[in-house]
């Protein structure tokens, strides 16, 4: 518990430290955010505001982790999907910036990218780590093998949550403020698997400490990122994130339990589909932009409003996840 408190405080310094020398680099080489036209039209002020600020929680939570990990399989395990998930959008971002395309990678060439890594992280876990093919029915403590279905299902999952990050990241602080919020919740969830491991042989105490400095860089990214923002995360920032979530989930046996940990990211890409699905089927659209956050905004909701709405429904969904943990 103690050495997780300290990454969680290390974190948040190193990232206002990180932050300091980043952004006048940031500022200065003219990694500017390019601004869908399609967006909301007030948010064309924000065109030109340094992006790929991820970069500053993805360098701060790695050289806690050199400090403070203990350099377990699990650990590697997780930094992996936190890597390869934020190299998709590390390079995603370059498009951006150097093309000045604004959509960056194609939906195709994600979408391929992060099935590989998703495929590779599960592989992996259970090769090293025994992690299996069953999940845990919450409730009912029951668990359900899924045999060879079980990676199908899970990749594109996993693949969902992290473009459910993706999306999130659409206003000021929003998916720093609620990913902080949600590996809180994984924090506390460490702690307890450290008490009552499950089936996974993982080190719990590195991935507590993981779980606590990305907490800690989030909210220290904050400083920088809330409205109005000095710098966005970029792709960089938010596919990482959501890289995170998903290998804490799969580590700690809680993939179900994720839904509802999870429920900001779902929805802002349940919101996308439907969006798109009910346009091309019946040429209507059901909310008036999505995701969901930008439809709050055109009803009227000023930006802060909604980043705050957001961020204490991923604090009743976390506190409700691990309820679920508890019981």
Not at 177 to 197: D, E, N, Q, R, T
Not at 253 to 268: F, W
Not at 274 to 281: D, E, I, R, W, Y
Not at 295 to 309: A, D, I
Request: with cysteine; aromatic share 12%; proline share 2%.
């Amino acid at each position: 518990m103690q050495i997780s408190i300290i990454a969680f405080v290390a974190g948040l310094i190193l990232t206002l430290i990180v932050g300091k020398l980043l952004l006048p680099m940031l500022r200065r080489l003219k990694i500017g955010q390019t601004i869908r036209n399609d967006g909301p039209q007030s948010h064309l002020i924000k065109a030109g505001t340094p992006t790929m600020g991820g970069l500053m929680f993805v360098i701060s939570m790695l050289i806690v982790l050199l400090v403070l990990g203990n350099g377990s399989k699990s650990l590697w395990i997780w930094l992996f999907s936190f890597i390869a998930f934020g190299a998709i959008g590390f390079y995603d971002d370059m498009l951006k910036v150097v093309f000045h395309r604004s959509l960056g990678l194609t939906v195709k060439q994600k979408l391929v990218g992060q099935y590989a890594a998703a495929i590779i992280l599960l592989v992996a876990a259970q090769l090293f780590l025994g992690r299996g093919t069953a999940v845990i029915i919450p409730f009912v403590n029951y668990s359900w093998d899924l045999g060879w279905f079980y990676y199908i299902v899970m990749a594109t999952f996993f693949v969902g949550i992290v473009n459910g990050t993706n999306f999130t990241d659409g206003l000021d602080g929003l998916a720093a403020g609620v990913s902080a919020i949600v590996f809180i919740g994984y924090w506390l969830i460490m702690l307890v698997c450290v008490s009552y491991p499950t089936l996974v042989m993982a080190d719990y105490h590195d991935l507590a400490v993981a779980a606590a400095s990305l907490a800690g860089c989030l909210i220290g990214f904050l400083f920088y990122n809330q409205h109005p923002a000095k710098v966005f995360m970029g792709d960089t920032g938010s596919l990482a994130i959501g890289g995170a979530v998903v290998g804490f989930a799969l580590l700690s046996k809680t993939e179900i339990v994720l839904i509802i940990i999870g429920g900001v990211y779902l929805v802002e890409i349940l919101s996308v589909m439907l969006q798109v699905a009910s346009f091309k089927l019946w040429g209507k659209r059901i909310l008036l932009m999505s995701p969901l956050h930008h439809h709050f905004e055109l009803k009227g909701w000023p930006e802060v409003k909604v980043v705050r709405m957001f961020w204490l429904a991923s604090a009743i969904l976390t506190a409700l996840g691990l309820l679920i943990v508890s019981i």
